[in-house]
């Protein structure tokens, strides 16, 4: 059993950046995708960005692309998720997860099957 930790959220101000971290124990994460998501209060759950099992490939939502970069670290068993720029509208609980199967990037919420508890991060104007 997978089991997924986030950490590093926080209350910043627009414009701050903040780096997220989501360690993972119980299995090696080498062979799957990881992704992270978040949910804003009232909202449906969203995809943020995801990396294949090298790393070697990401892919993000437009609304972050180009501020947000995934990236993770097989030998710590850890994937990261540097925020840079960030707005008030990035204010959400953020989620990390790792695929249920091995297999290539996905943007689906179904595709992922263990999740960790989350992380709030707050963005003040």
């Known amino acids: 059993q997978v089991q997924l930790v986030e950490s590093g959220g926080g209350l910043v101000q627009a414009g701050d950046s903040l780096r997220l971290s989501c360690a993972a124990s119980?299995?090696?994460?080498?062979?799957?995708?990881m992704g992270w998501f978040r949910q804003a209060p009232g909202k449906e759950r969203e995809f943020v960005a995801a990396?294949?099992?090298?790393?070697?490939?990401?892919n993000y939502a437009d609304s972050v692309k180009g501020r947000f970069t995934i990236s993770r670290d097989n030998a710590k068993n850890t994937a990261y998720l540097q925020m840079n720029s960030l707005k008030p509208e990035d204010t959400a609980v953020y989620y990390c997860?790792?695929?249920?199967?091995?297999?290539?990037?996905?943007?689906?919420?179904?595709?992922?099957?263990?999740w960790g508890q989350g992380t709030q991060v707050t963005v003040s104007s």
């Open positions: 997860a790792v695929r249920s199967r091995m297999g290539l990037i996905s943007l689906s919420a179904m595709e992922y099957g263990y």
């Open positions: 119980g299995r090696t994460l080498s062979p799957y995708a």
């Open positions: 990396i294949s099992r090298s790393g070697g490939s990401t």
